[in-house]
């Protein structure tokens, strides 16, 4: 379903030498959506920018953004300068999906080369939002392994990778489970690092002799915010100050809920001896 922009804008044809036609209203609300996309998947905002004008661009039209972390705007002009559409959109929610960043700057550059008709569009943008994900299970034991392989680096032994392995598993299985029912994205990343660092201090509980050490502190890094850090730091070096506020202190907020929930774990264990 296409959304229609806030402002209606004068309905006349694109037109191009290879007799590509798409109405303005059909690519301003195309815009719309190729920046909502990167946007929820976690693109920086210097690249949203300048794949929304690289594609306005193609079909002859200059491009006015205001990217803002859950909003976006913009405005096509033509040659002579007159406004032809306004449009704005909010995005709610955010997942990290790198499948669809790449192909939408793929598919930008196809557009630079031969302008695509409005059909061609579309569906090569509900191809890329229809992509499916890795199954689950797979994702579970290669961030385990990952998991496992960091306490490896760390200097643990292979009982600790082994640990660090069910309790990364553990970890995010209850994170994909929060998302699932919606919870608080901060109270999701402090849960699940409760539950991945439980199941390292039950196995500490259960053999006294066990150091684990490095598996306590393995075990929480797959909830480290990395995309957001690196956004973070790229919006502000681009002069993206507000977006790159945002994003900085989103991840912090993630950062303590990490540091809570190790809190949590060693308040309780202490009680415990």
């Known amino acids: 379903m296409h959304l229609a922009p806030i402002l209606s804008p004068v309905n006349n044809p694109v037109q191009h030498p290879e007799r590509t ?131 490896f680096v760390y200097g643990g032994g292979l009982i600790e990778m082994a640990i ?7 970890g995010l299985w209850a994170k994909q489970e929060l998302v699932k029912r919606s919870f608080n994205p901060y109270l999701i990343t402090y849960l699940s690092a409760v539950t991945a660092g439980m199941v390292t201090v039950l196995f500490s509980l259960a053999n006294q002799n066990l150091v684990l050490e490095h598996a306590l502190t393995t075990s929480f890094l797959f909830l480290i915010p990395g995309v957001q850090l690196i956004n973070s730091i790229s919006d502000l070096m681009d002069g993206e100050v507000l977006n790159g506020i945002d994003r900085g202190v989103n991840a912090l907020m993630h950062a303590l809920g990490i540091a809570l929930g190790l809190s949590t774990l060693i308040f309780l264990f202490s009680l415990h001896t």
């Open 21 to 151: 036609v798409v109405s303005i209203q059909a690519l301003g609300s195309f815009l719309l959506e190729v920046g909502v996309a990167l946007l929820r998947a976690g693109a920086a905002t210097k690249r949203i920018r300048i794949n929304l004008r690289r594609l306005a661009d193609a079909y002859g039209y200059s491009l006015d953004d205001h990217i803002e972390p859950r909003a976006l705007s913009l405005s096509l002009r033509s040659r002579d300068q007159e406004e032809v559409f306004n449009g704005t959109r909010v995005i709610h929610g955010q997942v990290v999906n790198f499948k669809m960043i790449s192909g939408i700057s793929r598919m930008s550059w196809s557009v630079v080369e031969k302008p695509w008709t409005e059909d061609q569009l579309w569906a090569e943008l509900d191809r890329l939002k229809s992509l499916p994900d890795y199954p689950r299970v797979i994702i579970l034991l290669v961030v385990a392994l990952a998991g496992a392989a960091f306490c």
């Open 164 to 170: 660090t392995f069910g309790a990364t598993f553990c």
